[in-house]
């Protein structure tokens, strides 16, 4: 599998450390802004990647890369992604795929027309914590509440209140707690429980209009559930699924399901990842795993996973009033 990374921001930093503990993938170019080329020369010197490219549709040329992985600002994800499926390479987005629900069907539409892989970087479902919770789900007996809390002070929110917008503000850069933050605890219980009957957004909204926090309440039959976000807050991450003969509890952030616990009858068991390890290696894997298979099956599935977690996004965001430009 050979990966070409799209920017030079925290997230790619952190892919490309997992990556160098990922076997059979290799990373041969780099594209950054022109501006940022002296940035991307010290990544490249400091990764030993052999190719770094400025211009995007260039790179999308080079016959040697296969994949690329887009660690962009949300506002970009779509125009990157329609370019590299069109240009015949497998594509890895960090989330969230599209400001638009719609957006992403066409993606996926076009990603089977061209036989690629499409897939959200997405990093709780596909960690060992995130197995446990599966495994143990049906022991619990009947689920009647789910609570999810994701919420961290955000270091841009003291900017923000003076007026200085960054993209995590910004409506024009798909940005706000749901889309940000939220999204997280969104595709957690999407992916136990599947297609909501129904949901709702309530927020606080800034300046500007975008949300700074709120939270997102869902019906899946008898089960009740309540995912919070907040960038104008902090609160200990948590993930609460509770049935009837127990619970199944995660400790931390629900983007990373580091540490679970399992309360069956009383009886507790547990699972957790040491807390220095790169949660990205885990869907590296499983994404250079899939690309290898030539089997599309996984991929469709998780690629239906992700339209029932846009659509919530685009419909909650529709509550409140919020317009992406």
Same mark, same amino acid.
């Given at each position: 599998?050979?990966?070409?990374?799209? @920017?030079?921001?925290?997230?790619?930093?952190?892919?490309?450390?997992?990556?160098?503990?990922?076997?059979?993938?290799?990373?041969?170019?780099?594209?950054?802004?022109?501006?940022?080329?002296?940035?991307?020369?010290?990544?490249?010197?400091?990764?030993?990647?052999?190719?770094?490219?400025?211009?995007?549709?260039?790179?999308?040329?080079?016959?040697?890369?296969?994949?690329?992985?887009?660690?962009?600002?949300?506002?970009?994800?779509?125009?990157?992604?329609?370019?590299?499926?069109?240009?015949?390479?497998?594509?890895?987005?960090?989330?969230?795929?599209?400001?638009?629900?719609?957006?992403?069907?066409?993606?996926?539409?076009?990603?089977?027309?061209?036989?690629?892989?499409?897939?959200?970087?997405?990093?709780?479902?596909?960690?060992?914590?995130?197995?446990?919770?599966?495994?143990?789900?049906?022991?619990?007996?009947?689920?009647?509440?789910?609570?999810?809390?994701?919420?961290?002070?955000?270091?841009?929110?003291?900017?923000?209140?003076?007026?200085?917008?960054? +993209?995590?503000?910004?409506?024009?850069?798909?940005? @706000?707690?749901?889309?940000?933050?939220?999204?997280?605890?969104?595709?957690?219980?999407?992916?136990?429980?599947?297609?909501?009957?129904?949901?709702?957004?309530?927020?606080?909204?800034?300046?500007?209009?975008?949300?700074?926090?709120?939270?997102?309440?869902?019906?899946?039959?008898?089960?009740?559930?309540?995912?919070?976000?907040?960038?104008?807050?902090?609160?200990?991450?948590?993930?609460?699924?509770?049935?009837?003969?127990?619970?199944?509890?995660?400790?931390?952030?629900?983007?990373?399901?580091?540490?679970?616990? +399992?309360?069956?009858?009383?009886?507790?068991?547990?699972?957790?990842?040491?807390?220095?390890?790169?949660?990205?290696?885990?869907?590296?894997?499983?994404?250079?795993?899939?690309?290898?298979?030539?089997?599309?099956?996984?991929?469709?599935?998780?690629?239906?996973?992700?339209?029932?977690?846009?659509?919530?996004?685009? +419909?909650?965001?529709?509550?409140?009033?919020?317009?992406?430009?």
């Amino acid at each position: 599998m050979k990966i070409a990374l799209i @920017g030079s921001g925290k997230i790619i930093m952190s892919a490309l450390d997992a990556l160098t503990q990922v076997q059979d993938i290799e990373v041969v170019a780099l594209c950054v802004r022109a501006s940022s080329i002296e940035k991307g020369k010290s990544i490249c010197q400091q990764f030993s990647i052999n190719k770094l490219y400025s211009d995007y549709e260039e790179l999308l040329r080079d016959p040697q890369i296969e994949v690329v992985y887009i660690g962009l600002p949300n506002h970009l994800h779509y125009d990157y992604t329609y370019k590299a499926l069109m240009a015949d390479k497998h594509v890895i987005c960090e989330k969230p795929f599209t400001p638009q629900w719609q957006q992403l069907q066409e993606f996926v539409l076009l990603s089977h027309q061209r036989g690629l892989y499409l897939f959200e970087a997405i990093t709780a479902i596909h960690t060992p914590g995130f197995q446990f919770i599966q495994q143990n789900m049906e022991k619990i007996g009947d689920i009647k509440v789910i609570q999810g809390n994701y919420s961290q002070y955000s270091s841009r929110y003291d900017d923000y209140l003076l007026g200085n917008v960054h +993209a995590a503000f910004d409506p024009k850069q798909a940005g @706000g707690a749901l889309y940000d933050i939220n999204l997280y605890n969104i595709y957690v219980l999407t992916a136990l429980m599947g297609e909501p009957d129904s949901r709702h957004y309530i927020c606080n909204k800034g300046h500007n209009g975008i949300d700074t926090s709120g939270v997102v309440t869902c019906q899946f039959g008898t089960t009740v559930a309540t995912c919070t976000g907040a960038k104008d807050s902090a609160s200990p991450g948590y993930f609460i699924i509770q049935g009837t003969k127990g619970y199944i509890r995660v400790e931390g952030a629900p983007s990373l399901c580091q540490s679970v616990e +399992a309360c069956i009858d009383g009886q507790v068991t547990k699972v957790s990842q040491n807390e220095h390890t790169n949660f990205m290696i885990f869907e590296f894997a499983f994404f250079r795993d899939q690309i290898a298979s030539k089997q599309f099956v996984k991929c469709h599935e998780l690629l239906e996973l992700a339209i029932i977690v846009s659509k919530i996004l685009t +419909a909650s965001r529709n509550d409140v009033g919020i317009v992406f430009e």
